[in-house]
């Protein structure tokens, strides 16, 4: 039987599953208030975030579990608001789930898979390989092989 934490993990990656493949980057409502002011919420953002604090908070899951082995990230960019050209001199930034600064990867082109490292170069993210990210997916490594040592 499966937790509940369980289930939010697996509702959460079906979603974001069903979503990427009909190509759907975001959900978005715009909510207005009697005041006349609006607010928008990035209605999936909202959910990923709640569900892994609520499950980081338990302990039981790491939000990395989410991905199977053998599933790509692909690295996608989207245009840089306003705000965001301002403020890091880029016309397109990466919208989607990113490695963390330093994890070591694998990465694809769709024909030859690698090893790279991801890193923060400070005003940008990137491979250590220096390889534009246009077309690549990613995926973490797969954890160490664990040796059982036989009693005998």
């Given amino acids: 039987m499966m937790t509940n934490e ?13 979503l990427n493949d009909f190509g759907l980057e975001a959900i ?3 909510v207005q208030f009697k005041n006349g002011n609006t607010e928008t919420i990035d209605c999936i953002s909202v959910l990923q975030e709640f569900v892994v604090n609520y499950v ?4 039981l ?25 301002e403020m890091y001199q880029w016309d397109y930034v990466l919208d989607c789930e990113i490695p963390n600064d330093g994890q070591e990867i694998l990465v694809s082109d769709g024909e030859v898979v690698w090893s790279d490292v991801f890193i923060n170069f400070g005003d940008c993210y990137g491979l250590e390989s220096n390889t534009e990210l ?16 036989s009693k005998q």
Avoid: C, D
Avoid at 6 to 18: D, W
Avoid at 56 to 59: A, F, L, P
């Fill in 134 to 149: 246009t077309g690549l997916a990613w995926m973490p490594l797969p954890e160490p092989y664990k040796r059982k040592i």
């Fill in 28 to 30: 978005k409502n715009e």
């Fill in 56 to 59: 980081n908070s338990s302990q």
């Fill in 6 to 18: 369980e289930r939010l993990l697996h509702a959460l990656y079906s979603i974001k599953k069903v």
């Fill in 61 to 85: 899951y790491k939000f990395e579990e989410l991905h199977k082995v053998n599933e790509w990230i692909l690295f996608k960019k989207r245009e840089a608001t306003k705000e965001e050209k």
